[in-house]
């Protein structure tokens, strides 16, 4: 059955339905339209769908709104039934799983949804996502086009953003922003309760996210946080927990790429912990190109703590289980940075992929430990 042609340009979707159209492309990762789209509705089988899909033709949706949830769910079966081969080492593996799993979120971004000036979306059986995406994307006063499956992160995000995450440490929930990385992990965030602090006066917070660290480190007493990031969302987000929280007097947040001016007794950083470029939003939580932000903080720390002062670097070792660097790499970043190891305390975590051995990583993913950091100046 053929179905109409449109064509894209710059950050806007033309159409004719009949008549010309065009919409703002909206991606909070950053990627770019698509080059190739054709209308879809409630006709188009689920095999035709995924074809055009990994042909690299997206289908913009003109049907029943249900109805394109469950053809999205329908080429992610197709998607999964493709097999995956496993590098000769792990390291290969990683490659190639992570080149897999980036082919099946194009694949499956090609479904794509309208919304009104409003954010409203008219299509049949539409539920009201305004709100989810005025959080993400703010006002942008004009129809647009968004890939369904984004859309549905979207209301992911905005549901733990008024639900909010549980936080042991804290007795309290965090609310992470769309686009922010959220403390699900808590084993990271017990460390940071745990580990003996080396003074209550003051402590910086490197790279601060939801804030989560620099709060906890509040609940312990220190009397003076500065919590930095680069990350407009992420200083917005901060704010917000850090007001919810009832800290404001002792934590402040400011826009900085690392440090602020300054020493303090405690800087406390947990930087992405897997070497690796980073394709779009939360992949820099999780990937840091070239090491970076690692190399940054380790470079800079000497210099920014106060006599006596502690660097408490919190870092998972599944890069190394992955072969992307070695221990022997970080002590040696480490040492040139001018700084010394005062112990290393270490917890196993606890997410579901550690228990799935169907996973292609699970021989890393199992062997992984995360660990705080005790650093000093030499």
């Known amino acids: 059955m053929p179905f109409p042609a449109v064509t894209t340009a710059d950050d806007i979707l033309h159409w004719n339905d009949p008549e010309p159209r065009e919409a703002a492309w909206l991606s909070a990762g950053g990627h770019p339209p698509p080059r190739r789209v054709a209308a879809a509705d409630d006709r188009m089988p689920a095999d035709q769908a995924y074809r055009l899909a990994c042909e690299g033709t997206a289908l913009l949706w003109r049907g029943d709104f249900q109805n394109a949830r469950l053809l999205l769910q329908a080429m992610a079966r197709r998607a999964d039934r493709r097999p995956f081969k496993p590098g000769a080492t792990i390291t290969q593996t990683f490659h190639l799983y992570r080149q897999a799993q980036l082919q099946r979120a194009r694949v499956l971004g090609m479904l794509l949804v309208p919304l009104d000036a409003d954010f409203g979306i ?42 909010g995450v549980p936080v042991a440490a804290l007795g309290a929930r965090i609310h992470p922003h769309h686009g922010v990385f959220s403390p699900i992990r808590g084993e990271y965030v017990d460390l940071v309760a745990q580990a003996p602090l080396p003074g209550q006066d003051t ?21 003076r946080i500065v919590a ?83 660097g408490w670097l919190i870092l998972s070792d599944l890069a190394e289980h992955l072969g992307l660097r070695s221990r022997d790499e970080l002590l040696s970043l480490v040492e040139n940075a001018g700084l010394r190891v005062i112990d290393r305390i270490e917890t196993r975590p606890r997410h579901p992929k550690v228990r799935d051995g169907n996973d292609p990583l699970h021989a890393a993913r199992a062997a992984e430990t995360t660990a705080l950091w005790r650093l000093a100046a030499r």
């Not at 006002?139 to 639900?163: M, T, Y």
């Not at 929280?245 to 602020?260: K, M, Q, S």
Request: charged share 25%; aromatic share 4%.
């Open 203 to 223: 402590a910086f917070d490197i790279g601060t996210g939801t804030g989560v660290l620099a709060a906890v480190l509040a609940r312990r007493g220190v009397r």
């Open 228 to 310: 930095t990031d680069a990350d407009p969302r992420a200083l917005a987000c901060a704010h917000e927990n850090i007001d919810r929280l009832g800290v404001a007097d002792r934590v402040r947040v400011e826009a900085a790429d690392l440090f602020p001016p300054g020493r303090a007794q405690l800087i406390v950083c947990n930087p992405p912990w897997v070497p690796g470029p980073a394709h779009a939003g939360l992949d820099r939580a999780v990937f840091d190109p070239d090491s970076r932000m690692l190399r940054g903080f380790l470079a800079g720390l000497a210099a920014h703590l106060a006599p006596q002062g502690e």
């Open 122 to 163: 008219p299509l049949r059986r539409a539920p009201d996502v305004r709100q989810a995406c005025r959080e993400a994307y703010g006002e942008i006063g004009r129809d647009a086009v968004v890939s369904l499956r984004e859309l549905q992160g979207v209301v992911g995000a905005h549901e733990w953003r008024k639900k």
